[in-house]
């Protein structure tokens, strides 16, 4: 596709549930980023790929949360024991390189409600 | 930890009226963003700063850059109704001197433009 699809846009789950959220990237870009967005706020970071690897996980906030990129392309960002602080919408990215001055392109999102 | 802030956060002006907004941020970088989010949508890149003293232009919005006062701008001309958003500043996060496009970004600025 021409950009970011992350599927599915909205998910509403049971406190305690495991998800799973999909995000495919621009083709060709190497570089793949997950960012959590709370109502009023700006993203926050979460973690990033360059290739099939989790370069920096340093933003997942607990061992709930796994993310993976087996094949280098597809990512999925997944929760465990789902909590209602959960609630938000998970924004996927892609840049072609990841280095300096390379935009990273947004996907729609993914709202997760937590109840 | 590198911080972000804009302000204002909220910014109601008529049309025609000129107006800038102000992203301050706490660490060293040469590298910003700004982009621009519509309500339930994604993020959209506008501007990307590399370089001290940078400034680039796109219709109405005017950007620029200086690293040395860890500040940015984003200046509104002439303002119409279509650029009522939401303006989030981004700053490059470095980790041991290489950079790979992780973003902190401030809390946004939610601009409403009357008739």
């Known amino acids: 596709g021409a950009g970011v699809s992350q599927t599915p846009s909205n998910k509403v789950t049971e406190k305690g549930k495991y998800v799973e959220l999909r995000c495919d990237p621009i083709s060709g870009h190497t570089a793949l980023y997950w960012y959590r967005q709370s109502l009023g706020q700006g993203p926050e970071f979460l973690i990033y790929?360059?290739?099939?690897?989790?370069?920096?996980d340093s933003g997942l906030p607990n061992d709930r949360f796994f993310a993976v990129r087996p094949e280098g392309s597809v990512s999925t960002l997944k929760i465990q024991r789902t909590e209602r602080g959960d609630s938000a919408v998970y924004l996927c990215a892609s840049s072609s390189t990841g280095q300096v001055g390379t935009e990273a392109f947004f996907g729609q999102g993914t709202r997760l409600t937590v109840v | 930890e590198l911080k972000v802030e804009q302000n204002p956060l909220f910014l109601s002006m008529q049309e025609g009226k000129n107006y800038t907004i102000y992203c301050n941020y706490s660490t060293t970088s040469d590298r910003l963003y700004w982009y621009r989010q519509d309500p339930g949508k994604s993020l959209e890149s506008l501007f990307v700063?590399?370089?001290?003293?940078a400034v680039k232009q796109e219709g109405r919005l005017m950007a620029s850059l200086d690293t040395k006062a860890r500040l940015s701008t984003l200046h509104i001309t002439a303002a119409v109704h279509d650029l009522s958003a939401t303006y989030f500043c981004a700053v490059d996060r470095r980790a041991g001197g290489t950079s790979y496009g992780k973003l902190t970004f401030g809390q946004g600025t939610i601009l409403t433009v009357h008739p």
């Open positions: 700063l590399l370089s001290n003293g």
């Open positions: 790929f360059q290739g099939t690897g989790a370069a920096d």
